[in-house]
């Protein structure tokens, strides 16, 4: 099949940061109406890997889809249109997507009218993209996490053309605001405050995937969750790869405690932002997050390494000593404040006393949740291109370890909760018990209790009666 290629990424662009304004493009919905005509009465699948942020773009892109009446199926078999997006964060992401495009190229075989597409973080990867295009000829569609706004034309020319279309282009840095979104849930809601990233760790994809920190206008957030609290929503969370850049780039004057703020007046029962950069984490956000009651006192901050010669390796800009300060003054001044972060092991040569430190950090912070993982080389990134002597099997030992390290002081965390009342937002039946209902306290804990439908989407009060570290049972408290 001939490739029609309208762009593709490249890596230096994508690592440009120009200090340009952000750009405000209205969204045009180019063939919207040839679409619709075209796939009245069809599905579309999406599976949808890795972070909140690509969560938020496939309710983007299932609001587009079924504003066209295109309608939605869990089966791949009965959809026209098949959309991948992928996460290119660590390799065994990307493995996935692989394995999947693997199982669903047959389909193609069999229906010319299937659109095959693969969207989002890993096709923004030159060398990955046409790794992808060499292996499964039988993809037809690639666009990037730039081009959701261009959805429509997009499946129309791969379903008309013939071709396989490509459009991957690394933007320095465009908002368009899209008015449809199929949120995936009815009682909790991600907004998006800012895009992309533009601190460069060195061995993070993201800016290159995402591109330049660009944020949304303050109104147009703020216009947002208001309505989210109109329809009822009971939890708003704030997203972005580093909430705290929110408004550096736009000459509102405003910054991410200011938002913050705004959104938590607006009267939301839960107010959760994500993720937040240790390094332009404000005391005026400490001061605000402790001063409304429906900003949860839950906080996710990154550490990746409790040494600084690897914290600096890695190019986070704080030291330990900063990271820990900044720990120290948050539960000072939020009591009750759950803290959790992700960390990084066998970053290329970390030696046993460099991961100490990291252990004995986790001491020290006392986190309540932690995400672990072992160092992946990404292409492409500063890191990759170093020479690592740290064997695999080191690399996993150490992993269990800090694991175990983790999980000792998330159980304490979990046993001290016993005998407490809690607010649970419920989510629905428990996955593990189809007898129980689950959902997060404030702090982010799960709890399963004996309830019924009724209180699906309520806050409720339970009591915990047995802690399970990672999760916590109990039962509903009258009243
Ligand atoms: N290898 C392993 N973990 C990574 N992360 C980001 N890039 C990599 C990588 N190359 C982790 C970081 C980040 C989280 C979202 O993913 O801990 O905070
Ligand atoms: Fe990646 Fe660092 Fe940006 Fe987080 S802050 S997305 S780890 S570059």
């Known amino acids: ?105 047959a389909l193609r075989r069999q229906n010319k009218n299937l659109v095959l597409a693969i969207c989002g973080c890993v096709v923004e990867q030159p060398e990955i993209l046409n790794r992808m295009m060499d292996i499964f000829k039988e993809v037809n569609l690639y666009f990037g996490t730039h081009e959701i706004p261009q959805l429509y034309e997009l499946v129309y020319e791969a379903r008309t053309s013939g071709e396989i279309v490509v459009a991957v282009e690394s933007k320095p840095g465009e908002v368009v605001e899209i008015k449809p979104a199929s949120r995936s849930n009815q009682y909790k809601a991600f907004v998006n405050v800012i895009y992309g990233c533009d601190k460069f760790c060195t061995y993070c994809i993201v800016p290159y995937t995402r591109g330049k920190e660009r944020s949304r206008l303050f109104g147009d957030v703020l216009n947002e969750c208001r309505q989210l609290v109109a329809q009822g929503y009971q939890e708003i969370t704030l997203l972005g790869q580093n909430v705290n850049a929110y408004g550096k780039d736009l000459n509102e004057g405003k910054d991410f405690a200011d938002l913050l703020e705004e959104v938590a007046k607006l009267g939301i029962p839960r107010l959760r932002f994500t993720t937040s950069h240790p390094w332009d984490f404000s005391s005026k956000m400490i001061e605000i997050i402790a001063k409304y009651p429906n900003i949860m006192k839950f906080i996710h901050l990154p550490v990746q390494s409790g040494n600084n010669r690897i914290l600096k390796a890695m190019g986070r800009r704080y ?68 020479e690592d002597h740290i064997g695999k099997e080191t690399k996993s030992t150490r992993f269990q370890a800090l694991v175990k390290r983790l999980e000792k002081h998330i159980e304490a965390h979990s046993d001290a909760m016993v005998g407490q009342v809690f607010d649970v937002l ?51 408290v009258n009243g």
């Open 1 to 105: 099949m001939k490739k029609r290629i309208i762009a593709s990424p490249d890596m230096r662009k994508a690592a440009s940061r120009r200090k340009e304004a952000t750009i405000f493009k209205p969204a045009s919905f180019d063939k919207k109406e040839a679409l619709e005509a075209l796939v009245k009465g069809e599905k579309y699948y999406i599976h949808t890997y890795g972070c909140q942020a690509n969560v938020r773009d496939e309710e983007t892109l299932r609001g587009l889809l079924d504003d066209i009446g295109y309608i939605s199926t869990n089966n791949p078999k009965e959809a026209t249109l098949i959309i991948l997006n992928t996460c290119a964060v660590r390799e065994n992401a990307e493995d996935k997507v692989f394995g999947e495009i693997g199982n669903l190229k």
């Open 426 to 476: 419920v989510d629905g039946v428990s996955k593990n018990d189809p007898n129980m209902y689950s959902g997060y306290t404030d702090e982010n804990k799960l709890v399963h209790f004996r309830g019924d439908e009724s209180l699906v989407g309520k806050i409720v009060k339970v009591k915990i009666h047995e802690s399970h570290t990672y999760s916590m049972i109990g039962e509903l």
């Open 319 to 386: 030291t330990r000593e900063q990271y820990l300060a900044l720990v120290k003054q948050m539960r000072e001044k939020i009591p009750g404040l759950a803290l959790s972060t992700d960390i990084i092991v066998g970053f290329p040569n970390e030696s046993d006393e460099e991961f100490e430190d990291t252990l004995t950090l986790v001491d020290e912070a006392k986190f309540e949740a932690a995400f672990t993982f072992i160092y992946s080389p990404r292409k492409g990134t500063p890191a990759a291109k170093l």
